[in-house]
């Protein structure tokens, strides 16, 4: 049972470049978030998808766009890395929105923008 | 919009103090969650709350949800070296708006 998994684990960027980062889960939650954890500021939601086929703007979603590509998989990316996005970048799930689902973490992408 | 604040930032304790976190909303919340998060690691689900005034106990773990459901606490006792991380507060109104965190260090 691998939970929630997210690739690549470590990624080094130049200013301007994109990428995307994958997630994907396999306990059948309905519900899927992605989130970046910065020194000092816990964690802030980006972007997340409350079911299939919806996504929805969170706190930060400047510079990201997401894609909700089945139940399993959600992705996230950068368009145009900058540097004020170096980051460790979380995604995490629950079985859907409301009381009484806490959420899973997958270990994170650390992502460097030089 | 939602504000979760959370404090201290940081707390050394020896082994075998006791600590506490508080966790502080700026609007009232349908639940809290608690998370730790172990350096380098990711953060991991410890329990969530729903009840004003409850309280739940995990073996040294008591965590408590205030009377007006805006703030919570955790305390541990008796800590550790296991018990070294991060323990974050999640306050859900619309949405799950993390605490800055706490951090426990713990000196043998």
């Known amino acids: 049972n691998a939970g929630v998994t997210q690739t690549p684990k470590f990624q080094v960027l130049k200013t301007g470049q994109s990428m995307t980062l994958q997630c994907a889960q396999d306990m059948n939650h309905n519900s899927m978030y992605w989130y970046r954890q910065d020194p000092g500021m816990g964690l802030r939601l980006i972007y997340y998808s409350a079911s299939e086929g919806t996504t929805d703007k969170g706190e930060v979603p400047n510079g990201y766009n997401v894609s909700r590509l089945n139940k399993r998989e959600f992705s996230l990316r950068l368009e145009s890395a900058a540097p004020s996005q170096t980051s460790v970048y979380f995604c995490a799930s629950r079985p859907e929105i409301g009381i009484g689902y806490g959420y899973t973490f997958g270990s994170g992408t650390r992502l460097t923008v030089v | ?108």
């Open chain 2, 1 to 108: 919009g939602q504000q979760v604040m959370q404090i201290p930032q940081y707390q050394h304790v020896q082994e075998g103090e006791d600590f506490t976190t508080y966790c502080n909303s700026s609007t009232t919340l349908s639940n809290i969650q608690w998370y730790k998060q172990r350096p380098g690691g990711h953060p991991v689900f410890l329990i969530q709350l729903v009840k004003s005034g409850e309280v739940k106990k995990q073996k040294r773990l008591t965590f408590q949800f205030g009377e007006a459901k805006k703030n919570s606490s955790l305390h541990i006792t008796a800590t550790q070296t296991t018990d070294v991380g991060t323990y974050f507060c999640a306050g859900e109104e619309a949405k799950l708006t993390f605490g800055t965190g706490t951090r426990l260090t713990i000196i043998p």
